[in-house]
């Protein structure tokens, strides 16, 4: 079935460092690809998307890049602050295909240390 | 505008009960998410209401049900309720659903004892 692995689980770097997390995805179908953040507490929130048309978006400190072929995705934070430090979640969705769903990651704990 | 909310925020039920939670959506959103959300286990999927019509249904058992109503406003009810259903479920909201983002609402954390 529809499928959407995310590694690191958890992940250390120190302030000032990047950080990467990746996605892989199963259905080849999937056109849109959040990422959301979750801080301790709180809802989660988009950060940054992309659709299956571009294989790179960048926003400040933030980017992704999408390889169709490959079926991953990644999400790419540099010159990390403490206020990084969070839970990221990718999905993937096939909007337009009559699905509506989105399919998550299981989540990413980053540790951003000052 | 207002964001998606959701009622109560805090519930504590006892095993074999049932349970009904309340999600407003955005104002034009009709397009309606339920997700589990558990320690290491991620987001999961429940289903998804547009137009009070359930177009799509996690992997999870009869006992998860859900309705939309006319003003797209969403309840999700658990009957039966077990230990393993203590969680945090949120609701979310989108305007394009499957194409654009989704606006999480604060969750209602569920205790059941």
């Known amino acids: 079935g529809e499928n959407v692995e995310q590694h690191p689980s958890t992940l250390s770097v120190q302030e000032g460092d990047s950080a990467v997390i990746k996605c892989t995805y199963s259905?080849?179908?999937?056109?849109?690809f959040p990422w959301y953040k979750q801080e301790l507490g709180k809802r989660p929130q988009l950060i940054i998307d992309?659709?299956?048309?571009?294989g790179e978006k960048k926003d400040q400190r933030i980017a992704v890049t999408l390889n169709k072929t490959a079926k991953h995705f990644s999400l790419h934070i540099t010159e990390t602050q403490p206020e990084d430090s969070a839970v990221y979640f990718c999905?993937?969705?096939?909007?337009?295909?009559?699905?509506?769903?989105?399919?998550f990651g299981t989540g990413t704990r980053l540790k951003v240390l000052a | 505008k207002a964001g998606v909310t959701q009622t109560p925020r805090y519930l504590i039920k006892t095993r074999g009960q049932q349970v009904t939670l309340s999600c407003s959506p955005i104002?034009?959103?009709?397009?309606v998410s339920w997700y589990q959300q558990t320690p290491g286990q991620g987001l999961q999927f429940l289903f998804e209401?547009?137009?009070?019509?359930?177009?799509n249904k996690g992997n999870f058992p009869g006992r998860f049900s859900g309705r939309q109503f006319s003003n797209s406003r969403s309840e999700m009810n658990v009957s039966t309720l077990e230990l393993g259903d203590s969680a945090l479920y949120l609701c979310?909201?989108?305007?394009?659903?499957?194409?654009?983002?989704?606006?999480f609402g604060p969750g209602t954390r569920l205790t059941v004892t």
């Open positions: 979310a909201s989108s305007l394009s659903p499957g194409l654009d983002e989704q606006y």
């Open positions: 259905d080849s179908a999937s056109n849109y």
């Open positions: 992309i659709r299956s048309n571009v």
């Open positions: 999905a993937a969705s096939k909007g337009g295909s009559g699905t509506y769903k989105y399919i």
């Open positions: 104002s034009g959103h009709r397009s």
């Open positions: 209401y547009f137009s009070e019509t359930q177009r």
